[in-house]
């Protein structure tokens, strides 16, 4: 009798279990499925499978999790908000819930808070994490921490070898720190094979090519750039760099020319036209553009140069002994910065580097890049007072009173 009631209930278990499998396996199923998609990089079909993992279970804080993440993905800013609402409410991991934040916080390009929640979401990875493998790559890259972010985006070219920008950013980081053009060219190449179309790695792979002497190579794929980017003077450059390598000088003309009537302020296509009207022996010609050239490019030596010559070969030799004496000057500044970035190669962390560097930038108007590098120091050494003091001057000269102000309130 004791051995039926036994046998009764190993049944009645193994029927509760069979049962309690069954109710769970279409949840399980479909977070796999989700799970899989936000891997792949797949967002919408993520949002979807997360619709149906909520049908099923309501009470879920990592299906409201992860509707949170695929909403960031899509750009959809109420289903952030409350999926990370719900997910809070239901008990999900802090840390995890952090993790979206980041990826919030670096979108806004506030580096400095999401950096270190996203170093350590990379480094806990198990499976392909698309936006935290992109978010801190570019955190990392806007921060000229190149050395760092050369693994995240081997990690994330790996992860997702249909997506052509891991390639095409570790070639413009390899860029950036002076490699040659056979080692960048290989990225570029990659990220063109992974996706024929996409018009960045397109110029990027023709730029890398003629500066190898590849002109038959390069000049197809200028073409073809400029076909999807008609506007966009880097083609126009880049093929009259092509046509003038090849001897046309009327083709490599007529593109500069273009570039100038799209954009009067490239300073390249002043450059490049002076060139060409050197070779046909206009200096009048040479000498307009090579000035608009400089007034773009003050800090260029060999603009000044080109100016010394010329004004020379046009007899107007005071003119040239006074453009020498800027050139001169400008060859002091130049090796002034260049002594400051190789200690700076030496020593990357050296604040005191770092801030030479940064009012060296706007100084001698390199705004863009004296921006990057202030951010920089201040993700270190938040409330830098020479820093903040800088940046708090350079608000005040464009007339943004607001962002001048804020930045003399972070002084520490």
């Known amino acids: 009798m004791r051995k039926k009631q036994l046998l009764g209930l190993v049944v009645f278990g193994l029927v509760a279990a069979g049962g309690f499998v069954a109710w769970q396996r ?13 891997s792949a990089g797949r967002y919408a079909d993520a949002a979807a499978g997360i619709d149906r993992w909520l049908q099923l279970r309501p009470s879920s804080g990592e299906a409201q999790f992860y509707r949170a993440k695929a909403a960031l993905a899509l750009g959809k800013s109420n289903d952030i908000a409350d999926g990370l609402r719900q997910a809070e409410r239901l008990g999900y991991p802090a840390d995890e819930i952090a993790v979206i934040h980041a990826l919030i916080s670096a979108q806004r390009g506030r580096a400095g808070v999401a950096l270190p929640v996203l170093t350590q979401a990379f480094e806990r990875l198990i499976a392909p994490d698309p936006m935290v493998e992109e978010a801190l790559a570019r ?23 249909t997506d052509a920008r891991p390639p095409l950013w570790r070639g413009l980081v390899h860029r950036r720190q002076g490699n040659e053009p056979k080692v960048n060219v290989e990225d570029f190449r990659e990220a063109l094979a992974r996706n024929p179309n996409d018009a960045d790695a397109m110029l990027a792979t023709a730029e890398e090519l003629t500066k190898l002497h590849a002109i038959d190579e390069a000049t197809p794929l200028f073409e073809r750039y400029i076909t999807l980017r008609p506007n966009d003077p880097a083609g126009h450059i880049g093929a009259g760099r092509c046509a003038f390598e090849q001897g046309n000088l009327k083709l490599a003309a007529q593109e500069y020319e273009r570039t ?15 060139k060409v009207l050197q070779l046909q022996g206009d200096d009048a010609g040479t000498l307009t553009h090579v000035e608009q050239a400089i007034a773009l490019k003050p800090y260029d030596d060999s603009l000044r140069y080109t100016r010394v010559l010329t004004l020379n070969r046009l007899g107007r030799r005071d003119e040239a002994a006074k453009e020498q004496l800027e050139l001169d000057r400008v060859k002091r500044e130049i090796a002034q910065v260049d002594a400051i ?43 830098h007072p020479a820093v903040c003091n800088l940046l708090a001057n350079h608000f005040d000269s464009i007339g943004d009173a607001a962002q001048a102000s804020f930045f003399r309130s972070q002084i520490r």
């Open 26 to 38: 279409p949840a399980w199923q479909v977070s796999s499925e989700v799970r899989n998609a936000l």
């Open 260 to 274: 100038i009537a799209l954009s009067a302020s490239n300073a390249d296509a002043h450059i490049e036209l002076s």
């Open 139 to 161: 955190v990392l890259i806007d921060t000229y921490d190149f050395e760092r972010a050369i693994p995240v985006l081997n990690r994330w070219a790996n992860d997702c070898p």
């Open 341 to 383: 970035q190789d200690a700076l190669a030496k020593s990357p962390k050296d604040e005191t580097l770092q801030t030479q560097l940064v009012s060296w930038m706007f100084n001698h108007g390199y705004t863009e890049e004296g921006l990057k590098w202030a951010r920089k120091v201040l993700m270190d050494h938040p409330g």
